[in-house]
């Protein structure tokens, strides 16, 4: 027996849509107002947006308990899984000694923590977001910077902000694939029009993160290495993005900003090249491919599980097909119907968890770990031990991330979550003003701009052609602003805090982005706001 969503519950769609945002709404307190840990807060949430759904949309019981089950099982598979391998590679870094020669070979470049920062925090954590996205970036760059030295919880909430610039076209430009199935645009086409703004905000970030670690005296201070990154990395995104597609832009920009950095901070080097040969000296190149190897050896997996020769072995028919298994999910799957206005016709929600075992990201990231392993010499019980200790330091986070998507899953299955977004489409001229902030409640409820434009995708493309705006401007807001949001999304907050051991105090990191994550949405609001009265 199926049931059909209702998005007006109240007969008042501005009522239903304040009763679908009270859970958002006592997330944001719990953490922010009320200091919540965590996983009590996302607990929480998820008891309040089921209560919801039962008494209010008349949710069915079993439908609601199995959205609930579908995204505890969605955070343990992929995402925890990613995450896991993530720290574990991290770990066997630090324990076979190999992260020190990191440390040094960062600091034969600069003693700076700054600069420091530009180098790990935004562009490293950029090419691992276009290569293996989905949490992973955060953990690894968060837990380097930590190693060097950073306070955890400024390192995990600067790693978040850093993510921005990379976030819309992450493993391998996912979101943008995405957006274009839901539109029926093609994907470079999107990918074209993100062009005309998001590397000006990339070009913001660099400033915006010096800023925030010691002010405008900081800036002043650094200002010539922050501007070769902002430089190198936007013009460069720009390009990709706009003459390329949207695969690689965050793999190009963040090489080209890298060696553009390097080299200018080599050539600036000479006044203090004594110095920095006294403290580094002694490292060889083979001793830095050695120290870096860990991350060498995931970016080569990675980029094999990205080739599409690869993608092919696993697609229906392909040779190693049969390792993905998919579960379609116990009275869930298409047992919920999609309505208008969200979709044109009657849809039946799909909700199959696909269990990829050898294709998924995870695995290569596990593979990595376990060459890393072998590679420096780590013994197998000492690694079975280096495991066990990346268990035992996130099964908490963990625990959020299954709590916080059982909430987004049941507000998404409910209704809850499109009532919200029906709401924002009635403010007619005015949406594409408004058209962001549904990528960016996207990303809150989901975890990732994949998602989020998935959720929204179809409902902006039906609005643009209901008030006569350029479907393409709508849907590249909805990428945009789901991407500002990427730093306070629930599960991203509780994967840094994972990583760099603060489990417990997420409504810190909370804190610490919410207002950069804010401001940043209004820009992006702006500028789709304009392009809709250009375009």
């Known amino acids: 027996m199926t049931w059909t969503q209702v998005y007006n519950p109240a007969d008042n769609i501005w009522l239903s849509a304040v009763f679908a945002a009270l859970p958002v709404i006592f997330f944001f307190l719990s953490l922010t107002l009320f200091k919540i840990k965590g996983h009590l807060a996302a607990f929480y949430t998820l008891l309040l947006s089921v209560a919801i759904a039962l008494l209010f949309y008349h949710m069915p019981v079993k439908m609601a308990v ?306 890393a392993a072998v590679s420096l010499k780590v013994h197998f019980r000492t690694g079975l031990g280096i495991f066990a200790e990346t268990l035992k330091e996130l099964y908490k986070p963990i625990l959020t991330i299954m709590l916080v998507l059982s909430f987004a899953f049941v507000s998404n299955y409910s209704g809850q979550s499109s009532t919200m977004g029906i709401a924002l489409a009635r403010t007619a001229q005015y949406f594409p003003m408004f058209s962001p902030v549904l990528g960016w409640l996207g990303v809150f409820l989901t975890g990732s701009v994949v998602s989020a434009n998935a959720l929204f995708g179809g409902l902006q493309e039906i609005t643009a052609n209901q008030i006569g705006v350029l479907p393409l401007v709508l849907i590249a807001a909805n990428v945009g602003g789901g991407t500002m949001e990427k730093m306070l999304s629930p599960q991203s907050i509780a994967i840094a805090a994972g990583a760099v051991g603060i489990a417990g105090k997420e409504s810190s990191l909370f804190r610490f982005t919410i207002k950069y994550s804010v401001v940043l949405l209004v820009i992006i609001c702006a500028v789709a706001f304009v392009q809709s009265l250009i375009y």
């Not at 957006?179 to 645009?185: D, E, H, K, R, T």
């Not at 080209?256 to 580094?280: F, G, N, P, R």
Request: proline share 6%.
């Open 66 to 371: 199995g959205a609930a089950g579908f995204g505890a099982a969605y955070a343990i598979w992929p995402i925890a899984y990613i995450v896991i391998g993530a720290v574990f590679l991290y770990k066997i870094t630090v324990k076979s000694g190999q992260f020190e020669v990191i440390r040094q070979s960062i600091v034969s470049l600069t003693d700076d923590p700054r600069v420091q920062m530009l180098l790990v925090g935004f562009i490293f954590n950029s090419f691992l977001e276009g290569a293996a996205g989905f949490g992973a970036p955060i953990a690894i760059t968060a837990a380097l910077l930590v190693g060097l030295g950073f306070d955890p919880i400024k390192a995990a909430g600067l790693c978040l902000i850093a993510n921005v610039a990379p976030g819309s076209f992450g493993a391998i430009g996912i979101p943008i694939v995405v957006a274009g199935q839901v539109s029926g645009l093609a994907p470079d086409v999107i990918s074209a029009h993100l062009a005309t703004f998001m590397p000006f905000v990339s070009f913001m970030i660099p400033f915006l993160l010096i800023s925030i670690m010691s002010g405008l005296k900081g800036i002043k201070e650094v200002w010539r290495p922050t501007l070769v990154t902002a430089i190198a990395y936007s013009f460069t995104q720009f390009l990709t993005i706009r003459f390329i597609g949207p695969e690689l832009p965050d793999i190009t920009s963040a090489i080209v900003s890298l060696i553009v950095l390097a080299c200018y901070l080599k050539m600036s080097q000479k006044k203090q090249q004594a110095a920095h040969h006294a403290s580094t000296g002694n490292l060889s190149f083979g001793k830095i491919i050695k120290g870096w190897s860990p991350f060498i050896i995931l970016t080569v997996f990675v980029m094999i599980w990205c080739l599409d020769a690869f993608k092919q072995l696993f697609a229906a028919g392909g040779m190693l097909s049969w390792t993905t298994v998919s579960v379609p999910f116990p009275w869930l799957n298409n047992f919920v119907v999609k309505a208008a206005p969200l979709v044109t016709h009657p849809t039946p929600y799909a909700a199959v968890l696909k269990l990829d075992l050898i294709s998924a990201t995870g695995t290569a990231i596990l593979l990595s770990c376990v060459v």
